[in-house]
């Protein structure tokens, strides 16, 4: 726990005020969003959301387009057929289910077509301020190869990032994590020179010395 906080600490100097890069403005935006953001870049869903949340930014506009309004849109994201097909399904549980809320609970989000561990999480993170902590393919990667969290899927991160985070650091702990191994830590050529943490790292083959 002594390497987690700091490790922490490192990266809350370099950003003491981490967030999402998705644009939205409400739970419910946030939601379709990180929905988009599947195999996609936060950078090609914020353009697809940049024109789709004026036109659509509750459910009931969003069910009001439909399918086929929705779809030009977001066709430039990838798997965007199917996308249109779980946001629509999930805009009318919302109506159904949640009188139009999205909902504040994990089982509930986890019940909304299209909507899994991880975007339950970010959105009960980012949304409603739980600490609890998102792990995608950035965290796993950074959780694995640093050796800070390491674990044979997601779920098993999520588990041990939450076992060793203190509860200080669980709120930023997902934003920290993903934005390190989306600009420091990437999969491809990772930029250890610049690394704030490159002295708690344990990968044999990072290539800077350890500071």
Known sequence: MKRAVAVY???????????TELNYQTPFQLLVAVML???ATDVSVNKATRALFP???TPEAMLSLGEAGLTPYIKSIGLYRTKARNIIATCRLLRERHAGKTPEERAA????????RKTANVVLNTAFGQPVIAV?????RVANRTGLAPGKDARAV?????????????QNAHHWLILHGRY???ARNPACAACVIARFC?????TAAPR
């Not at 990032?161 to 669980?170: D, E, M, S």
């Open 184 to 186: 420091v830590c990437r």
């Open 55 to 57: 036109v659509a930014s």
């Open 37 to 39: 953001s599947a195999q």
């Open 9 to 19: 600490e490192a990266l809350k100097a370099a950003n003491p005020v981490p967030t």
């Open 202 to 206: 344990a990968w044999p083959e990072k």
């Open 136 to 140: 995608d393919t950035h965290i796993f």
């Open 109 to 116: 989000l986890e019940a909304l077509p299209g909507v899994g």
């Open 158 to 170: 999520e588990e041990e990032l939450t076992r060793i985070t203190p509860p200080a650091y669980r």
